[in-house]
């Protein structure tokens, strides 16, 4: 179809002169919005499932198939002329803008593959993704209880399902639904800033309150004290254990203590509960007692504790789970594994807030992040402001009058609680150990391959990091002394460069469709920062990091078979790259 043109228009009137142009518009227009009444042929209905069937579509072969959408890998998108576009002068039906639309998933990675484990982003699972739709259609906006009404059950249930988990009081607890794990983190930090420099909501930031947080956190700690108005260089990094990537407690009492003598507050101490490139979990409940042996000077709030366990969070759906009888039968190599991750996780309880996002660990659509706060009416007073004009309190809930956004989506609140409803307990430990099973498959194959090396072997999370050397050498020997030895930094960068080039190459392969044994090879990528080398914990040396590829089988798809081949895989692009570029090893 194509645009409707001013002639069609023309003839059109000629038939009925009277009608003007822009009511002609309309009644087009009347038929692309959802109808307000039911039993009526309504386009949404219509155009929804022609356009998911379409969509579906883009989706490759079960056989052999690549692990992204269509048939196109290349960015098609002419940057040299995009930022030309004008709104065209007439309409377009909405047929033909939702055909565009779908177009632009060409090559879009395909996040439920087999082949996929790039990352932390699983694909959501269907509860979720129509309960996010539905807000979609009939908008509720959860800034307050007026324009969300029943809706807003999904955020209250949510803060208190998560609250619980955490063996808080769900009565005293909330949350609120915002804009991603960094949303969270800023979240605490405004929380953390206000408790602390209680003046600083009318006379702005004046005083450099420190946060610390390890030097694993997530790369977010610098939007949110940058964005918040506090400073990037008031963050300070606590060294890491070498082995568990945990923040390391001696390190994290010397700079409280050395606050404390200065008389310099802390805002707050983030514990990262697993992290991205290493699933390092901080200990909480020994976070805690330090910050209460040392806390801010006189004049200042209490030092804050949040937990940025927005990956690590949905362990805690095995609070009750009985690992002497193991109810749902994980294998006897998996278990130690959960109930690691569950025990890591459950110091949550001896934070003040912490972060869940359920567009990572709780396979949801994207964002559908939680702030929950232990404390409900500490944080809704704090942070309260006086009631806007034109909006009336209808419902004891009203979460604008504390929260950073204005108007709110329920699209995150009702992927995350439909998940919740969905999963329960047992369907959340089924698809995490379900996780492990394949990780611990692929760590025992890993043996059979002597020139790879696990470099997170302590690590009981989802992510398996490896290296691969050229063939003849001694691999676990090799990397120990590039791991602790600065005499072997040359080796260390040769081979992060080898890693590096692996990982590009892979990703070439992805890209272009590459088949080994029939089979596309798979979407992996890699970490330039996995851990710092031994010698270089202060991080002073910016190029002795350990280089890893990254292993991720989140998505529901994958199994043990897939592994085999992702083994294969790596090697023959090592392979590949050490024929072109290490000629004489
Ligand atoms: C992903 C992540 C973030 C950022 O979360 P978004 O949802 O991407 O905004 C923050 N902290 C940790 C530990 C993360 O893994």
Not at 79 to 105: C, D, P, R, W, Y
Not at 335 to 354: C, Q, R, S, T
């Amino acid at each position: 179809m194509s645009e409707i043109t001013e002639e069609q228009i023309a003839k059109e009137e000629l038939v009925d002169q009277t009608i003007p142009r822009w009511s002609k518009y309309r009644s087009e227009m009347l038929q692309s919005f959802p109808s307000p009444y039911k039993g009526e042929k309504d386009s949404l209905a219509d155009e929804i499932t022609k356009a998911i069937r379409t969509l579906d579509q883009l989706k490759p072969e079960k056989k052999g198939g690549a692990a992204f959408l269509g048939t196109d890998p290349n960015l098609v998108i002419d940057f040299e002329h995009v930022k030309e576009a004008v709104l065209e002068n007439g309409m377009q039906t909405s047929s033909e803008v939702i055909q565009k639309a779908i177009k632009l998933f060409e090559g879009l990675p395909n996040w439920g593959h087999p082949l996929t484990m790039n990352n932390v982003n699983p694909q959501g699972n269907t509860a979720a993704i129509v309960a996010s739709i539905l807000t979609e259609i009939f908008a509720p906006n959860i800034l307050e209880g007026e324009y969300a009404w029943n809706i807003h059950q999904a955020e209250l249930e949510s803060g208190a399902i998560l609250a619980n988990l955490a063996g808080w009081e769900s009565k005293k607890s909330g949350c609120v639904y915002t804009y991603g794990g960094s949303g969270c983190w800023t979240y605490h930090l405004k929380y953390a800033l206000t408790s602390v420099l209680p003046d600083s909501r009318n006379k702005g930031i004046r005083t450099d309150a420190k946060v610390i947080c390890s030097q694993q956190a997530h790369y977010t700690m610098l939007n949110s004290t940058d964005w918040m108005g506090l400073g990037m260089d008031n963050l300070i990094l606590i060294k890491t254990d070498i082995d568990t990537n945990a923040m390391d407690m001696g390190h994290l009492e010397e700079v409280l203590k050395d606050c404390q003598s200065k008389k310099i507050p802390v805002a707050s101490v983030v514990c990262t509960m697993g992290t991205t490139d290493a699933n390092a979990y901080d200990p909480v409940e020994q976070v805690y007692h330090l910050i209460n042996k040392y806390p801010n000077p006189n004049g200042f709030g209490k030092i804050f504790l949040y937990c940025d366990s927005v990956i690590g969070w949905s362990w805690l759906t095995f609070k009750n789970y009985d690992f002497k009888i193991n109810p749902l039968g994980f294998s006897e190599a998996v278990l130690p594994y959960i109930e690691e991750n569950y025990n890591a996780v459950k110091g949550i309880f001896f934070a003040d807030a912490f972060g869940a996002d359920f567009h990572k660990t709780g396979f949801s659509p994207y964002i559908s992040s939680a702030f929950v706060y232990k404390d409900a009416a500490a944080f809704e007073s704090l942070l309260s402001r006086p009631c806007s004009s034109y909006l009336q309190p209808r419902s004891p809930y009203n979460p604008l009058n504390y929260t950073l956004e204005v108007s709110r989506t329920a699209t995150g609140s009702m992927a995350g609680w439909a998940t919740l409803k969905f999963f329960g307990h047992e369907g959340f430990q089924s698809v995490l150990g379900g996780i492990l099973e394949n990780k611990v498959y692929l760590l025992q194959k890993m043996k059979d391959h002597p020139s790879i090396v696990c470099v997170n072997p302590e690590d009981f999370g989802f992510v398996t990091l490896l290296r691969i050397y050229p063939p003849g050498i001694h691999t676990s020997v090799q990397y120990e002394l590039e791991l602790k030895d600065k005499a072997h930094k040359e080796d260390l960068l040769k081979h992060n460069n080898l890693t590096h080039a692996i990982g590009d190459l892979l990703f070439e392969w992805f890209r272009s469709g590459k088949k080994i044994n029939g089979q596309c090879t798979p979407y992996l990528s890699f970490t330039s920062r996995f851990r710092p080398a031994a010698y270089n914990r202060d991080l002073k040396d910016s190029e002795a990091m350990i280089f890893a590829l990254k292993i991720f089988p989140l998505n529901v798809s994958i199994t043990p078979q897939v592994m085999d081949h992702v083994l294969l895989c790596i090697s023959a692009a090592r392979d590949q790259i050490t024929q072109i570029k290490i000629p004489n090893e």
